[in-house]
Structure formats: C-alpha cells, structure tokens
C-alpha cells in the first residue's frame, strides 16, 4: 500500500521566508483564527491579496482584504479550480475543509460514506479525539498551544523537549486494515497560521478517484496537530452506466 504523499508534504519549502512566491490568500472563516490570519499575512506582507470568507459579516474588508460573506464550504467548491487565482488557502472554521470540499466534489456522483473509527485504530493516532462518525481530532499535545507557535522543526515551542514525528509523516505512514491514508499537510505560514496549497486540493481529489473502491483515510496535519477522516465511496445508481 502506497499512501498519497506530495512533494509539498515531503518538502520544507521556503523555511527561511514561508511567503515567498505568495501573494494571493483565501482564508476560510473571519472569527479568531481567520482574523489572526489576517492581521499575520497583512503584517508580514501588505501588498498581499486577502479575500476572508465567512456566513456572518465582517468588518475585515478593507485595503488588500476583500470580505465576503457566503458559506466558506461553499464558496470554495464554487471558486477552487485548477486555475483559480490564488497562492495558498487558510482554513479558519471548526470543520475539516478539505474533506468537506472533496465531499462537494464528489457528491454529484457517490454517496460518502463514513467509516466508525474501531478503538484500536484510535489508539495508534496522538491523543485522539472522536468527532462526527469517522473522524477524529489527533495531536502530539496534550495541552494548548499557544496561537503564536513558530513550529519549530526539532524543538516543541511549549515543553522545550523534541519534537515527535511530523504528525503528517505519522498519519501517513499508517497501516489501517488496509485504508489507504491521504494526507495533506497544513504548512506553516506564519506562527499561528497554516494554509494548503490550492493543488493539493486536486492530488487529494484525484488519489480518491483513483482508489475508488477502496476504504479511505483523508487527513489534514501540520506537524503537531490534524483531523482525519475515515470512508468509503459508494456510486451513485444515476451515474452508473
């Protein structure tokens, strides 16, 4: 079993300036985190574009930042393309965006169906969590960290000790009964700030289509903390034949 793993996940890519290259954002929700994210990347880079989308309104648009208020689901399974004009989405809201968008995607043609989590699996995950039927929240921490966290590659910011694994590296080098793991990996922006790479929305969409028939795990880690999902894909009888 090979699991999904992008030269995005694999790489450190721009360590000395993680903005470099990086002049359009998509952040996903306008509460406490979407609003860190904006003061962060505008701080940092204040030519950047920043367009914030989030179901209530919000004062966040002005200059560079366009505010749109709109389902941040289902603005980004409307706007995310191939092409899409932007360098880096942040999800900012308490649900798993990149499942929910591959969900989008593919619901014209298959039901999704989650997986329960059997305890023995959850125990191989960092201080797992349960969420919704087939998810899970994991971490190497067990306590809260602080939302100004460099993520330091050897050294946790909050114990002084070394760091663990790369939680992303661990998920997808699980062996679940023969799941295949999809991991996608939440990369450090700023501190406090993760974002994904617009294409690996699409590797995600295209290893799913690919191991249709197979029992999936799709996860979004950064190096400490994720969630995954557990499921199956069920073709609809519409679009058989």
Known sequence: ?????????????????????????????????????????????????????????TDLGHGNVSA??????????????????????????????????????????????????????????????????????VSHADFICPDNCPEPKTICTHTGKPRPMDLFRLLAGLDFDDVLPIVIRSHQLLPGVGGIYPGEFFDALYTVCSNRQRALMIATACRCHGVVDFFRLEERASSVG
């Open 1 to 57: 079993m090979t699991p999904f793993l992008s030269n995005a996940m694999t790489k450190d890519k721009r360590q000395s300036d993680p903005l470099k290259g990086l002049e359009r954002f998509w952040i996903i929700g306008a509460g406490r985190f979407g609003q860190i994210a904006v003061e962060r990347i505008r701080r940092k880079k204040a030519d950047a574009a920043v367009t914030v989308v989030d179901k209530e309104s």
């Open 68 to 137: 749109i208020q709109q389902d941040g689901i289902q603005w980004l399974a409307a706007k995310l393309q191939p092409k899409a004009p932007v360098d880096m989405v942040v999800p900012a809201i308490p649900v798993h965006v990149a499942y929910e968008w591959l969900k989008s995607n593919l619901s014209e043609r298959y039901k999704i169906n989650p997986i329960d989590i059997p305890d023995k699996w959850l125990a191989r995950m960092p201080n797992a969590m349960r969420g919704a039927v087939g998810q899970a929240y």
